[in-house]
Protein backbone atom coordinates (compact mmCIF):
# COMPACT_ATOMS: atom_id res chain seq x y z
CA UNK A 1 0.00 0.00 0.00
CA UNK A 2 1.26 3.50 -1.40
CA UNK A 3 0.14 6.40 0.93
CA UNK A 4 -0.19 9.64 -0.82
CA UNK A 5 -0.08 13.10 0.30
CA UNK A 6 -0.26 15.81 -2.44
CA UNK A 7 1.39 20.31 -2.16
CA UNK A 8 1.94 22.60 -4.06
CA UNK A 9 -1.69 23.80 -4.62
CA UNK A 10 -2.40 27.67 -4.69
CA UNK A 11 -3.63 30.73 -6.07
CA UNK A 12 -1.53 31.78 -9.25
CA UNK A 13 -2.93 34.14 -11.57
CA UNK A 14 -3.19 32.98 -15.50
CA UNK A 15 -0.22 32.58 -17.28
CA UNK A 16 1.83 31.39 -14.24
CA UNK A 17 3.87 28.52 -12.89
CA UNK A 18 2.70 26.08 -10.64
CA UNK A 19 4.73 22.90 -9.13
CA UNK A 20 2.78 20.20 -7.51
CA UNK A 21 4.42 17.51 -5.46
CA UNK A 22 2.92 14.36 -4.37
CA UNK A 23 4.91 12.60 -1.47
CA UNK A 24 4.61 8.83 -1.31
CA UNK A 25 5.39 6.80 2.06
CA UNK A 26 5.81 3.06 1.63
CA UNK A 27 8.42 0.73 0.43
CA UNK A 28 6.96 0.29 -2.86
CA UNK A 29 6.46 3.74 -4.30
CA UNK A 30 9.40 2.57 -6.24
CA UNK A 31 7.24 0.17 -7.97
CA UNK A 32 4.01 1.82 -8.89
CA UNK A 33 3.44 4.13 -11.68
CA UNK A 34 1.79 7.07 -10.48
CA UNK A 35 -0.22 9.85 -12.10
CA UNK A 36 -2.18 13.01 -11.61
CA UNK A 37 -5.70 13.40 -12.15
CA UNK A 38 -8.08 16.48 -11.25
CA UNK A 39 -11.40 17.84 -10.54
CA UNK A 40 -12.74 21.30 -11.70
CA UNK A 41 -15.76 22.66 -10.00
CA UNK A 42 -18.81 21.15 -10.91
CA UNK A 43 -16.94 18.28 -13.06
CA UNK A 44 -16.36 14.99 -13.80
CA UNK A 45 -12.47 13.99 -12.34
CA UNK A 46 -10.32 13.97 -15.38
CA UNK A 47 -6.79 12.14 -16.19
CA UNK A 48 -4.10 14.56 -15.97
CA UNK A 49 -0.60 12.89 -16.75
CA UNK A 50 0.81 9.48 -15.56
CA UNK A 51 4.31 7.93 -15.13
CA UNK A 52 5.73 4.53 -15.28
CA UNK A 53 7.49 3.45 -12.35
CA UNK A 54 10.97 4.02 -13.78
CA UNK A 55 9.83 7.49 -14.76
CA UNK A 56 11.04 6.55 -18.74
CA UNK A 57 7.30 6.32 -19.85
CA UNK A 58 4.69 8.66 -19.54
CA UNK A 59 1.33 9.73 -20.71
CA UNK A 60 -0.60 12.33 -21.16
CA UNK A 61 -3.96 14.12 -21.78
CA UNK A 62 -3.22 15.64 -25.24
CA UNK A 63 -4.85 19.04 -24.21
CA UNK A 64 -2.36 19.45 -21.70
CA UNK A 65 0.72 18.21 -23.74
CA UNK A 66 3.38 20.79 -23.87
CA UNK A 67 2.25 22.71 -20.64
CA UNK A 68 2.17 20.06 -18.20
CA UNK A 69 5.03 17.60 -17.15
CA UNK A 70 4.88 14.95 -15.03
CA UNK A 71 7.92 13.65 -13.47
CA UNK A 72 8.95 11.54 -10.46
CA UNK A 73 11.98 11.29 -8.27
CA UNK A 74 12.23 7.64 -6.57
CA UNK A 75 15.01 8.18 -3.93
CA UNK A 76 13.05 11.24 -2.44
CA UNK A 77 9.80 8.83 -2.95
CA UNK A 78 7.79 11.45 -5.05
CA UNK A 79 6.07 12.79 -8.11
CA UNK A 80 5.98 15.69 -9.50
CA UNK A 81 3.62 18.00 -11.99
CA UNK A 82 4.99 21.16 -13.41
CA UNK A 83 2.52 23.40 -14.44
CA UNK A 84 2.91 26.27 -17.42
CA UNK A 85 1.07 28.96 -18.51
CA UNK A 86 -1.69 28.06 -16.90
CA UNK A 87 -5.01 28.99 -17.73
CA UNK A 88 -8.06 29.64 -15.69
CA UNK A 89 -9.91 26.61 -16.57
CA UNK A 90 -6.84 24.49 -15.34
CA UNK A 91 -8.37 25.48 -12.11
CA UNK A 92 -9.16 22.10 -10.15
CA UNK A 93 -8.55 19.98 -7.23
CA UNK A 94 -5.94 17.87 -7.94
CA UNK A 95 -5.23 14.45 -6.78
CA UNK A 96 -2.23 11.91 -7.07
CA UNK A 97 -2.95 8.64 -7.84
CA UNK A 98 -1.13 5.10 -7.74
CA UNK A 99 -1.08 1.61 -9.68
CA UNK A 100 1.03 -1.53 -9.74
CA UNK A 101 -0.35 -1.61 -13.33
CA UNK A 102 0.46 0.29 -16.36
CA UNK A 103 0.32 4.30 -17.22
CA UNK A 104 -3.39 4.27 -18.14
CA UNK A 105 -5.45 7.23 -18.42
CA UNK A 106 -8.68 5.84 -16.62
CA UNK A 107 -9.17 6.65 -12.62
CA UNK A 108 -10.50 2.90 -12.27
CA UNK A 109 -6.72 1.58 -12.64
CA UNK A 110 -5.51 3.96 -9.65
CA UNK A 111 -6.21 2.12 -6.37
CA UNK A 112 -4.63 4.36 -4.32
CA UNK A 113 -5.31 8.39 -3.82
CA UNK A 114 -4.39 11.33 -2.02
CA UNK A 115 -6.46 14.00 -0.37
CA UNK A 116 -6.18 16.33 -3.21
CA UNK A 117 -4.49 19.70 -3.74
CA UNK A 118 -6.59 22.73 -4.48
CA UNK A 119 -4.91 25.12 -7.71
CA UNK A 120 -7.28 28.12 -8.38
CA UNK A 121 -5.95 30.20 -11.57
CA UNK A 122 -7.50 34.19 -11.60
CA UNK A 123 -8.07 35.33 -15.10
Known amino acids: QVQLVESGGGLVPAGGSLRLSCAAS????????MAWFRQPPGKEREFVAAVSWSGLATNYANSLKGRFTISRDNAKNTVYLQMNSLKPEDTAVYYC????????????????WGQGTQVTVSS
Open 97 to 112: ASTYSSIYSSGAAYGN
Open 26 to 33: GRTFKNAA
